[in-house]
């Protein structure tokens, strides 16, 4: 169930008999050579509603712009500072809860959010607890490649090769929802990309990945991997949204 | 072209021919008991996709939730405080200028977002101003409806039942969009829905407009006027893109 | 009724017979080589306080700074960023709620201004709407020449050069509230200044508008224009106050 | 010289020979049963403006609004909440420095407002400072009674009543400018308020100053007196103003 | 070295040598009923310390308070809102790399300031990267908790009942530090807090963990554990610290 | 009693006996070539424990960052911006009023933090007084120095040659506290440092004040006068602390 594709007597209805939603964040940002701007929010979107599907909730907006500025000396990519992105994440679940949703679960397709949609969590928690109240809401973030089933296809995919940024595995999954972006079978130089230096900005980040890619081997992506991981992806998020759940009984 | 489908050399090889981007901008709130709560972000998206093939442009990222406070008492709307959306539209142009994006271009679907977005640029232009400095990029708003082919279409189609929210015609570029939402036929209570008066919170928006029409007859949209509707805004669009980009020269 | 030269009883009492409260909001900006920097805070505050008189109503001090960095590439204007007018905007408007201002009517003189001041109404709003609490307030901007009189002068004085800024008709309400300062018959070059261009930042509006007027041809502004058009702002902004009231009833 | 009624090249004129620029600034506030609630503004606008005239400088248009949020349980206070003040007063001063305006006078009618206005100079040059820049200009806060006259003709008129707001001597000079709002002779209860006590919020400040007032005899203000502080007033912030250009060389 | 002890001519001599420096970031909250409030602020002092001296950098002065909205519930926990703290390391790191410092490296004593101090260095990074120019500084957050040797002391120590927050260890340190408030074998009820449920606001948190504790057992600590943990924490930083060194190399 | 090393509990028994506490603020600045980084906040902490021991009071941790900027000119200046330092004082104090804190006293030992603190209670009050509450907490901030007995130490110890930044007397109490840093007898060059220029950024700062002394000749601070400065401090900071007690009831 998309929000957007329902009424508002629908989402009242579904508030009736659940308080539970889905909120897909990715970001705007350089893939390396063969991947897609769009990757994170794409993957992030398509696993979140294949979960919505799986566990029956509601999936909302995907928040497709994130915390991406060290990917800025690529062209294409767009960042939020990460004051402006807590703000924005703030907004949404404080608007979220003013209708009683009580359980918010934001599917993650890119690491360089994590920190940040997490501290947003603790602004809103943070002036409940100074103003001695609840927080009427509980917020959880989980990347889509954080369950078992999927580390265990890019192990079986990729052997090592599959990087932490424009990753084979994530590349993959772009190619299965457009299958008119593939480019599969690229070579790439290196054929596995540099990895394991740290960055400040933008430049520096450059400077250490010249073509974007960490780690990673695009070149093994195929669409047909990035079916089946979509899948696994469902699959071990729909653990996750149970556990979430859960944890707030 | 979709900035999400591209890679980041096909960007720069963009930016070698020409400078200007199209961002749709919606929002995600209540359109009324037939309409989808994401009918402004979902036809600012099919508009501004429309309009990069008509005139080769690429189009960034849907920013799906815009400046909605006064429909929270409809259940499913979510809402940015004027400032975070302002912060959001900054960082988002500020990106773009960095790469060498010279005019942004935002499709708009949602009357609630027009000051506060123009205000974002303003607050950017500020910036540069009191810096003695360029702005270092031109940056315009405009709503997909505001052309001479939309209204014409709308005079013909729904005879003054068109309304000023969850109109009949942007219900029906949804349903041409999304058929399996389509409720065409459906009766609404009154048939036109109120209209006339103004508002401040959410609380009296729901009061004046109780089932968050205003004006319209949805019960007049079908699917085959959004086909043309479409069509027509992409056409308007191209002039107003056009246009935009003759002003800065 | 001037609130500044009111006591806090005096104020008092008249809380007990009506909540309204008149605003003037102008700017301090170049107005051509002719006009006062000041034209947009003295034309609202003289149009404020005959409103007053008018309509028995309280007028606040004139907020004399607004939005114009646009204008900066011309010694002497001062502006506020858009953010810092908003938080502006929200703190007196709170602190006119407090106690018990219900209708927040600012009469304005700056086109740059509307936006800005719109959208501070709105983040007021949407702070109560998030809370899901009522706004407490109703407020209004109306610019002083918006009526029906005044633009039917300006034609019968300017007949299409009047102009949007350094109008020949502000720059006589000027001279008509402090004639010392009156240039009239003062030969521009050109008589009418250039118009229809668009601008960004301060440096590209002082390259379209060389001399700061738009479209305007302040050589045929004189005193005793400046005072009828002073008078029909005045019966014009009174309409606009009945409607104000009358629109939260 | 008023700014506001001045034109751009006299501006510009003006900034060939000199960089000097006075600012009123004052408070909407309470000022007991007989004192008016623009006094803070209204006496700072006349001392800059008399100083103005006393030493050829350009005098800038009133801030009216300050920070008076202690008045608020009184009707008809209007207060900034501090960081709105500060950001108010760095844009002006910003834009001041962009013209080439060095020395920044503030010529302030409210003690309430001295902290935060100081603050806002130390905002302005901590970011130079940061950056490791100059800060190009020079701000400091005169109050209009900090001389040596003013508190002689205290002293002769109120003999210890002048007392520390309503004050005897502000309202007199309100009423030597707006003779028609004076209320000579009214007797207060008790005729000298209380004094001693500090305060928190707006409820505090009013269950220990019923009335308003501190420590002041309003009943011994006459509008002759006020003629003769306002005119002490310019002569002492002349010599403040001399002190203020000496201490930049 | 503490940068407190140090004169600014002994600072400047040592930035001629190296450009390294530490900057202890605590907490200021309840850790039980024997564990010290000031528990995470006076072992990452301690560590940090004993870090300089090791490696013969510079220590900076140690931030107390940081972000602990959830222990608010028990009396004598300070908190700072993420952004405010955001806002804080900000103004520190831009300080130091005004001097010349390029490696800030702080030694954090608090779980709850992970996420948020990372986020501002993202904050500062986030500027250079939109500038497009560098960041000029790199910074890194390390917990003192987080090497080899101190997780190996625990384990003989606790066996398991070291728990996540009043922890033994991080008490037996303290204990060490200020032997006078050592409270060696007191019983706790249960011996062995609960574990293993997440918290929103600082009331769940509460509900949780009735006496503040999770998952210790701090009735096992002792004052002569305390001093080979910090030992062992010392030789663990060392090595993070060279890490972090060679990382920007 | 140190609120560092209190239990939680111990807090919460204080509360039941009183409800005051002590917050000692400092800075991280230069003091000149003899004086030491930490000295504001050295002195302040010193003072602050011994006032607690006095009178009985928790005092917190001490905030050794302050608004320091015009010093950053001198390496190992750390400074927060206005803004920033008003973030954390709030949070400090909401924090300790959500816990039944009614009398919060920061002792402070940088003239610079003073006038930025006091703003920060102004931010708090007034966000009560414009909600029409109550503030729940009343704040004040006295220097160490402020009182009768210091000064009075300081006309014997140094007739005239203190100073107003790097005294004298503020570093033989450094010297007390750390003997191992104290340099006495060092020749300054000149004797007694220049003083009476004020100062915009850090870069003029310097240039009016070249070793970073005001008026002082830390050549004449003695350990021995160092001990009895601090003692007297102690005294009459507890007639302070009386004195502010009173002042709310
Ligand atoms: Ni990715
Ligand atoms: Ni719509
Ligand atoms: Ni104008
Ligand atoms: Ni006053
Ligand atoms: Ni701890
Ligand atoms: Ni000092």
Known sequence: MQLQLMTWPDVQAYLGRRTDIIIPIGSTEQHGPTGLVGTDALTAEAVARGLGEAVGAIVGPTLSVG???????????????????????KDVVASL??????????????????????VAF???YAEASLAGEGAGVRCALVNWWDGSRVPALCREFYAGQD?????ASEIAVTWALFPETAR???AHEPPVAPSGK???????????YPDGRIGSNPGLA??????RLLAAAVEDMAEKHAAFLKAGE
């Open 222 to 227: 195929t669409i047909e991997q990035g079916g």
């Open 198 to 208: 740290g960055w400040t900005d933008a430049g520096e980040y450059r400077r250490n």
């Open 97 to 118: 809860r003013r209708h009683g949703f009580r359980q918010v679960l934001f599917v993650n397709g890119h690491g360089g959010n994590i920190a940040t949609v997490n």
């Open 67 to 89: 915390m991406a500025h060290h990917h800025l000396a690529f062209t294409g990519t767009i960042t939020l500072r990460p004051t402006t992105l807590i703000a924005l994440v």
């Open 184 to 186: 599969e079978g690229t």
């Open 122 to 124: 603790q602004e809103l």
């Open 163 to 167: 990087g932490s940024h424009a990753t």
